[in-house]
């Protein structure tokens, strides 16, 4: 028996962009056909959309959700549509994002193998968007690691590969596949795995997604970014756009700097250092000043006020030394890029309250909560004394 005549057609012909079906099920706006042509979402894949054209009409297909009872193509609207049970259609595929997805997916596969070859890396989840990858894996990579997985992966690219779809029972799956392929062990009647490389490959794994024929028809896999162990790629126009992008930023700070490369870097992580040092210093300065609020505080309407003007100072230093405030106070700061911060350690004066009543009267952005709150005044003059003017309203 061969297990490809019971497959659906987005594994059986991925390359199929249209078909004629029959409409079996309608159940609001769903519409169930007897041919599987879309790909529904799942294994990090968003489903298939495309259109259902009969009499003339083109009906939006936005999704696709596999049931036990079959896949539902969901659609704009059926009350009005004139689909009927039995009715023969045409499914059109959206080709550009159905293709898009075969090359994230089929790179995915081989960055995954690379990973596991070169440094025994499990890759853990991956998600596809329109020839964008993001990938967790078991630990953290370095450059010259993540550097290595794109010059080997691309070297495979552009060698060329077979990418085989093979569809087995479960019983030839536990007997030949089990223990030779990567990644997760499947417990499905019918097994679909993906190969790469022709004879017995070089990469095999279980996978229900769209692949393409051969690796060569992917233009490239190109990093956008990495952080721990997640990591994003692009793929195709995606990534040489991006990368020509970064380019074109590279030569332009080259030409501020006067430095190039290795030097342009290592001049910038040390600004960077110089920053977090300055930061540091500005949060040691905050502390010793908010110990001293008792003897710089005024009272209005009965409550203790300190305001202070601090045009260095930033969210994270005054969340961080605010932890430390004595208790009965509103502490008011002018900030850095013109916010305006209020601390509140008195339970009965809410600073975001405060902060609500300034954003109502200047049209100004902020929020926060009880405890803490902000406001860009930027175009406002003389803010600290629009302050106490509302501090005025509390008793």
Request: net charge negative; with cysteine.
């Amino acid at each position: 028996m061969n297990m490809n005549d019971f497959s659906p057609i987005y594994w059986s012909a991925p390359y199929q962009k249209e078909v004629l079906a029959k409409v079996i099920g309608i159940n609001k706006h769903e519409v169930k056909v007897d041919k599987a042509l879309f790909y529904p979402s799942g294994g990090g894949q968003l489903s298939d959309l495309g259109l259902i054209v009969y009499q003339q009409q083109d009906i939006k297909v936005i999704g696709i959700e596999k049931r036990e009872d079959g896949n539902w193509l969901q659609i704009d609207s059926v009350g009005d549509s004139g689909l009927e049970e039995g009715m023969e259609v045409l499914l059109q595929l959206d080709w550009d994002r159905r293709y898009s997805f075969m090359k994230s997916h089929s790179s995915q596969h081989l960055i995954s193998h690379v990973l596991k070859r070169l440094f025994d890396i499990e890759t853990l989840k991956a998600n596809f968007d329109d020839e964008k990858i993001d990938i967790e894996v078991s630990r953290n990579l370095s450059e010259a690691e993540i550097s290595e997985v794109l010059q080997e992966s691309n070297q495979l690219i552009n060698e060329g590969a077979e990418v085989i779809s093979l569809i087995v029972d479960k019983d030839e799956y536990k007997n030949k596949y089990r223990d030779v392929a990567r990644g997760k062990v499947s417990n499905e009647n019918t097994v679909r795995l993906i190969q790469l490389g022709e004879g017995e490959g070089y990469d095999l794994t279980c996978c229900g997604g769209v692949h393409v024929k051969n690796l060569s028809e992917i233009k490239g896999i190109f990093l956008d970014t990495f952080k721990g162990n997640s990591l994003k790629f692009f793929i195709d126009k995606h990534g040489i756009d991006s990368v020509n992008r970064q380019r074109i930023l590279m030569i332009n700070l080259e030409e501020i700097t006067a430095k190039k490369g290795e030097k342009l870097v290592e001049m910038l992580k040390n600004k960077l250092n110089e920053g977090k040092i300055l930061q540091e210093g500005n949060l040691s300065l905050l502390k010793m000043v908010f110990s001293e609020i008792a003897y710089r505080s005024q009272e209005i309407n009965g409550n203790k006020i300190v305001f202070f003007n601090l045009p260095e100072i930033d969210r994270q230093a005054l969340q961080s030394a605010a932890r430390e405030l004595e208790k009965g106070f509103l502490i008011v700061v002018l900030g850095r890029n013109d916010i305006l911060y209020f601390i509140s350690t008195n339970g009965e004066l809410s600073a975001k309250k405060i902060n609500d009543i300034i954003i109502e009267k200047t049209g100004s952005k902020g929020g926060g909560n009880k405890g803490f709150a902000q406001v860009n005044v930027k175009n406002i003059e003389n803010p600290l004394s629009l302050v106490k003017e509302v501090l005025t309203m509390f008793n």
